[in-house]
């Protein structure tokens, strides 16, 4: 049975860092397409960044150059490392199984999602 559930998340001033987790169970996620995805208070949901079967990684502008993606296949986990947090980053952070990543002039997607964690909640406030 596919699982997925994240932790890491929490309180943190502006300009600190958070490495929420995914730890994955009934697949490995060097298999699959993956992604972070965050829902901020009263809005849509949102892909952050997606990492492809082969390692190749995306990241909404937004975010590039503060967080990072990863996987680490012998934990069969995801991560995604937030430096520099903003408090525009706050939300409930989501990691997401997908069957690929589809890439436009417009950006990157996470393609055939077929599972979600139940997320976890970062907070960016002084």
């Known amino acids: 049975q596919v699982h997925l559930m994240e932790s890491g998340g929490g309180l943190v001033q502006p300009g600190g860092s958070l490495r929420p987790s995914c730890a994955a169970s009934?697949?490995?996620?060097?298999?699959?397409?993956m992604g972070w995805y965050r829902q901020a208070p009263g809005k849509e949901r949102e892909l952050v960044a997606t990492?492809?079967?082969?390692?190749?990684?995306y990241y909404v502008d937004s975010v590039k150059g503060r967080f990072t993606i990863s996987r680490d296949n012998a934990e069969n986990t995801l991560y995604l490392q937030m430096n520099s947090l903003e408090p525009s980053d706050t939300g409930v952070y989501y990691c997401?199984?997908?069957?690929?990543?589809?890439?436009?002039?417009?950006?990157?997607?996470?393609?055939?999602?077929?599972?979600w964690g139940q997320g976890t909640q970062v907070t960016v406030s002084s």
């Open positions: 009934g697949f490995a996620v060097s298999d699959v397409a």
């Open positions: 997401a199984r997908g069957e690929r990543v589809g890439c436009e002039g417009y950006g990157c997607l996470l393609w055939g999602i077929t599972a």
């Open positions: 990492i492809t079967k082969g390692g190749t990684t």
